[in-house]
């Protein structure tokens, strides 16, 4: 008895022995697809960022190419500060393209609006220091002071002449119910009674998703909406990034809070990036922290847009190998 018991566990350890040469020996023969080590490695460097930062941060990436995405924390609710400008660019754009289809009482970009001294709020750095009564803009012009100084004043205009409710809806319908524009820029007394603009890392990603695939705004401005998102501004998405790359973002920021969102107009490889950041205890740590992950993404995309599926990248006039 106790010999044929012997033999079974000697028998058992063999077989053992076998599956775990076995497992070995298939895990060497098929590795995981390089382009998976890429993002897990992407995505441990973001969650390191994020453990580093005395505050909170939410993430969303989509690779505009694959469909693929990389989500931290995507459906918490950030304060969105200017970043919710970008749902006001689009509903003009919208109503553009409304009004050229006939449809009236609609805002053209090229609508004329002469400054008004009663429109002036704070952190308006060009309308401020125009002349009331005097100064003609167009919406477009506006619209590029709202993007790339972040003028207060031209925003609320736009919201004005676009109409909030409109700016809403054109959210409601792409079905991001968390992305809101609530009240105006510097309105203190509405952000005191919790009617802050905000909205959530996944749901802005969808949103430049859907700009970027042409379901919000006809094709003919569709070139011209993403030149004035991309207009050079002061933001954290760009700073450690090649300066010739094109980046379509809008930067905000509120005492604690620190976001930026946009596309990165990589050659073959273009891509969303929202992170937002709130609870800071500093907000130049939210800023780095938003640089950091940023640099992190490109620096996947460019090698996933430069390389073979085997890693290869070949530049121009150098084809040598060794």
Known sequence: MYGRLSL???????????LLVGSLSSAATTPPPKEDLLWEHLRVAIVNVESQLGGVVGVAILDLTTGRELLLHPDEIFPQASSIKIAVLAELYHQDAQSVGGVPGKARLLDLYKVRSEDLVADSAIMG??????????????????????????TNVLIDRVGMDNVRRLTDSLGLKNTQLRRKMMDLKAATEGRENISTPREMMHFLEALYRGKVIAPALQDDFFSVLATPKDSWLPRDLPPEVRIANKPGSLEGVRNDSGIVFIQNRPYVICVMTTFLTSERAGEDAISRISAETYSVFDRLARASEYGRVISPGNGNSR
């Open 8 to 18: 079974l566990r000697s028998a058992l350890v063999v077989v053992g022995c076998a």
């Open 129 to 154: 220091g125009l002349t009331p009564g005097v100064t003609q803009l167009t919406n477009r012009d506006l619209a590029t002071m709202m993007v790339a100084v972040s003028d207060n004043s031209a």
